[in-house]
């Protein structure tokens, strides 16, 4: 087969011409209702769908698409598809005739087809914006992802070319072994166009462009209706306008909606349309035909402010031959404004004039639902003052209970001490071994709910501290205050395991007296005859690190773990162990407050560990 439609590039031209060979778009035909492809839709059907699927089906509107995509093609020339991961096209322009007439018809290449549908898809989930692969029938497609909410869930394919005249013996083989006729096959791959490879990128760029687009507008939908599914009633209840927005969000298009059009820019300064697509009419409300040779009414209707930064942007696009996406408003002669989304790719004429080829797609629905976003973030914000002003209201009855704690009940608690004192050391004799006794139990009592009330002033002081946070060396920090404990009793001995333990960040001071308490525990409530064994250690699981000391002591009943955390609970008997009963809630305190969180675990007579997790 010789290639006789190639053609050479104008030397006036700074950059090439999109087609080495045109394309045949009338040869062309419709793919969505071929056999091989409703065969795809009717397994994918029968497959019971999983729960956190995305629906592509239930966000756009592919009859929409499919009428947009063919204008693309009489416009652009190149054909284009969504194909799901499961192969199914689920909305096109017509195809090659090479595609759908052999490739596609015979159960060898049709294979090959959907192995390449495949593949493609593969290169797409490694994260790749884009990818171009030549499938095993021959001919070169490229694709770009899809991606809703993380989920990538479709392609958006443009293909069926040649990036170079085509190998004769390759598809003279292909030919052979699947029996196509001779004149026919060659004559449908003589229609199949010759893209210049320097255009490629240009290709590439309308693409991916393309394929972000209808991931934002199905994202807008996607996301409007989760947001409508968990937003509070009374809020829904309270405000007709959110009421209102939802309906509208509820039928956003799920499409890409505008027009398909050619923009054309002469050396003289004006301007026309080619072509534009029926959709001219609901965008600018004009007919096609009437900016065929003059679209200076088109400029007229873009918003005042947005004209001169919309004519730079296409003045530049044209200067740099770079791809133009601009968003801007327009007025129409009702006084109606609407925001739309253009995207295009200019080429230059070899009259100097410069030519775009591109849609305009009406982004009004998606500028609304930010509205409605801003709203509901200024509600919240709202909320947030008047939490914080609640807030703000208890620190303050809690400091004046605070002053009270430590004015107030300290001075009788020392009052009571010091005359206890007093009595049993001036007052002896006048005492017999009762009134001593009653003396000293009293004192005694007395001291005891003075550090009572100590501890609970610092329990309360936690919560209002200010904290300065840095990284923590949790081993060496868990290392010095085991040295404090030994040297502050050496008849205990001592056996202590730490791990390497991760690095933290938070208040070195606070996470200190977490550790403290909890190995201090730890001796505690371990046998006091013989050796004290304990183990610090860590893992990092789910972005948290999570440390725990662990000992072999009495242990707890686990039925009662709840009340380990809370002031003044105790799960051993009153007077067993030393202590206030604060130390643990003042654990859990530190911990919440730099975002992490606190548990145990235990078995009576058999140890016990506790947990506390920070972020990572």
Same mark, same amino acid.
């Given at each position: ?10 030397? +006036? ?36 769908a @999983? ?28 054909p284009?598809?969504?194909?799901d ?6 909305? &096109? +322009? ?21 192995? &390449? ?6 290169? #797409? ?16 497609d490229c ?10 869930i ?8 040649l ?12 030919? !052979?072994e ?6 026919a ?15 490629l990128? +240009?290709? @590439? ?24 599914? &968990? ?8 405000? !007709?306008? $959110? ?11 799920s ?8 923009y ?9 349309m ?12 004009? !007919? ?11 400029? !007229? ?7 001169e ?8 696009s044209a200067?740099?031959?770079t ?20 995207n ?5 004429e070899?009259?100097? &004039? ?8 009406d982004?009004?629905e ?12 200024a ?9 914080? *002003? ?18 107030? #009940? ?5 009052a ?7 009595? $049993? ?16 139990? $009293? ?19 936690m919560?209002r ?21 030994? *040297? ?21 001071d ?16 371990s046998?006091?005859?013989?050796e ?9 699981e789910?972005?948290?690190n999570?440390?725990s ?34 130390? @643990? ?19 009576v ?11 990572a």
């Amino acid at each position: 087969m010789n290639d006789d439609t190639k053609t050479t590039k104008p030397e +006036s031209l700074s950059k090439p011409i999109l087609f080495v060979r045109a394309p045949g778009v009338e040869q062309m035909s419709d793919p969505l209702k071929a056999d091989w492809n409703q065969a795809r839709v009717s397994a994918v059907q029968d497959r019971p769908a @999983l729960p956190d699927d995305i629906d592509l089906a239930e966000l756009i509107d592919f009859s929409q698409m499919n009428m947009f995509f063919q204008n693309f093609l009489e416009v652009v020339g190149l054909p284009q598809a969504i194909i799901d991961l499961e192969g199914r096209v689920l909305a &096109s +322009s017509k195809w090659q005739r090479i595609c759908m007439e052999f490739h596609r018809a015979n159960p060898v290449t049709l294979q090959r087809c959907l192995e &390449s549908d495949k593949n493609l898809s593969r290169e #797409m989930e490694e994260g790749k914006s884009y990818a171009i692969y030549r499938c095993r029938n021959g001919l070169t497609d490229c694709a770009s992802p899809i991606v809703i909410e993380g989920q990538h869930i479709a392609n958006l394919f443009i293909g069926q070319f040649l990036l170079a005249s085509p190998d004769q013996a390759y598809f003279e083989a292909q030919r !052979a072994e699947c029996g196509f006729d001779k004149d026919a096959y060659e004559a449908a791959l003589n229609e199949v166009p010759i893209i210049s490879e320097e255009r490629l990128p +240009s290709i @590439l760029n309308l693409l991916t462009g393309l394929a972000h687009q209808i991931a934002m507008q199905s994202l807008a939908e996607y996301r409007a209706k989760v947001a409508y599914a &968990s937003v509070e009633q009374q809020v829904v209840e309270r405000t !007709a306008q $959110l009421r209102a927005t939802t309906g509208l969000l509820q039928h956003v298009t799920s499409n890409v909606p505008g027009m398909v059009y050619q923009y054309r820019l002469r050396t003289d300064g004006s301007v026309c349309m080619p072509y534009a697509s029926e959709g001219m009419r609901g965008i600018f409300h004009m !007919a096609p035909e009437e900016v065929r040779e003059d679209a200076s009414g088109v400029l !007229a209707k873009i918003h005042p402010d947005d004209f001169e930064a919309t004519v730079e942007s296409i003045q530049r696009s044209a200067h740099e031959l770079t791809p133009w996406h601009h968003e801007f408003r327009v007025r129409s002669d009702d006084g109606k404004e609407c925001w739309l989304l253009g995207n295009a790719l200019p080429q230059r004429e070899a009259d100097g &004039s410069t030519l775009w080829h591109g849609f305009i797609t009406d982004i009004s629905e998606r500028k609304r639902s930010d509205e409605v976003i801003s709203q509901l973030n200024a509600e919240l914000e709202q909320r947030v003052e008047q939490r914080t *002003a609640q807030l703000e209201a208890a620190n303050k009855e809690l400091e004046e209970f605070s002053y009270s704690m430590s004015h107030d #009940m300290r001075t009788p608690l020392r009052a009571l001490d010091g005359f206890s004192k007093i009595l $049993l050391e001036e007052h002896a004799a006048s005492l017999d071994d009762e009134g001593k006794r009653l003396l000293k139990v $009293l004192r005694d009592n007395a001291q005891h709910m003075g550090r009572l009330v100590d501890d609970i002033l610092h329990y309360l002081s936690m919560g209002r501290r200010k904290m300065e946070s840095g990284s923590i060396d949790i081993a060496g920090l868990a290392t010095e205050i085991v040295a404090e404990l030994q *040297a502050a009793d050496p008849s205990r001995r001592l056996h202590i395991e730490i791990d390497r333990l991760p690095l933290a960040n938070g208040d070195r001071d606070m996470i200190r007296e977490v550790l403290h308490n909890l190995i201090s525990n730890a001796i505690k409530f371990s046998p006091t005859d013989g050796e004290v064994s304990i183990e610090i250690g860590s893992k990092v699981e789910k972005g948290e690190n999570i440390y725990s000391v662990t000992d072999h002591g009495v242990g707890f009943d686990m039925r009662y773990a709840g009340k380990l955390f809370r002031v003044f609970e105790r799960v051993h008997q009153t007077g067993q162990f030393a202590g206030s009963g604060i130390g @643990l809630a003042l654990v859990k305190r530190i911990v919440t407050r730099h975002g992490g969180r606190v548990w145990a675990e235990g078995k009576v007579n058999g140890g016990a560990t506790i947990y506390f997790a920070l972020p990572a």
